[in-house]
T-cell receptor
């Protein structure tokens, strides 16, 4: 059973397009996250939701919009894709925020041409 | 602001030898500290964490880490390295107080040579 799943695994698209990445967790966790990992493997938080409410919104262009229809899902929609958006995007979840470890999905490799 | 430093980009160790991957942190209050491991083309996997209590924390796959408040360090250790330990290791910190995000170090690539 996959704890945190993401679709698609790979996404190749043209500049200017709009795309979505879906994330689901079956762990019953309250908190979910989106991270971006760049080509140098640097990992940075983008968003965090707790019980469907946005609690962390780092300095991310407003072309990125997270949506949490319920606490098991956190999707990421990206408008007007740019070359610099190429990266691996990871979804994660934790029981709560604070001192709880996060469980990561397998990642979505986004390539913008 | 909180931050994490992993001073080594790469650590090489012979199989069977002890390994250490270094991490120092900076937070304004008390820290929650974590180690994660990433294998190629995979997501991060949790190894261990320090929340409170005993400074020596034991985790998965025989790894352990020691919280040292005076040196603001949380080095990852293993007594005897395996080739299968070769991966990218991330240290992460968040402040206990407030709704702050988890901040990751830049990662250290561990190579265990047979």
């Amino acid at each position: 059973d996959t704890a945190v799943s993401q679709t698609p695994k790979y996404l190749v698209t043209q500049m200017g397009n709009d795309k979505s990445i879906k994330c689901e967790q079956n762990l019953g966790h309250d908190t979910m996250y989106w991270y971006k990992q760049d080509s140098k493997k640097f990992l940075k938080i983008m968003f965090s939701y707790n019980n469907k409410e946005l609690i962390i919104n780092e300095t991310v262009p407003n072309r990125f919009s997270p949506k949490s229809p319920d606490k098991a899902h956190l999707n990421l929609h990206i408008n007007s894709l740019e070359l610099g958006d190429s990266a691996v995007y990871f979804c994660a979840s934790s029981q709560f925020a604070g001192g709880n470890e996060q469980f990561f999905g397998p990642g979505t490799r986004l390539t913008v041409l | 602001a909180q931050s994490v430093a992993q001073p080594e980009d790469q650590v090489n160790v012979a199989e069977g030898n002890p390994l250490t991957v270094k991490c120092t942190y900076s937070v304004s209050g008390n820290p929650y500290l974590f180690w994660y491991v990433q294998y190629p083309n995979r997501g991060l996997q949790f190894l261990l964490k320090y929340i409170t209590g005993d400074n020596l924390v034991k985790g998965s796959y025989g790894f352990e880490a020691e919280f040292n408040k005076s040196q603001t360090s949380f080095h990852l250790k293993k007594p005897s390295a395996l080739v299968s330990d070769s991966a990218l290791y991330f240290c992460a910190v968040r402040d206990v107080a407030g709704n702050t995000p988890l901040v990751f170090g830049k990662g250290t690539r561990l190579s265990v040579i047979a």
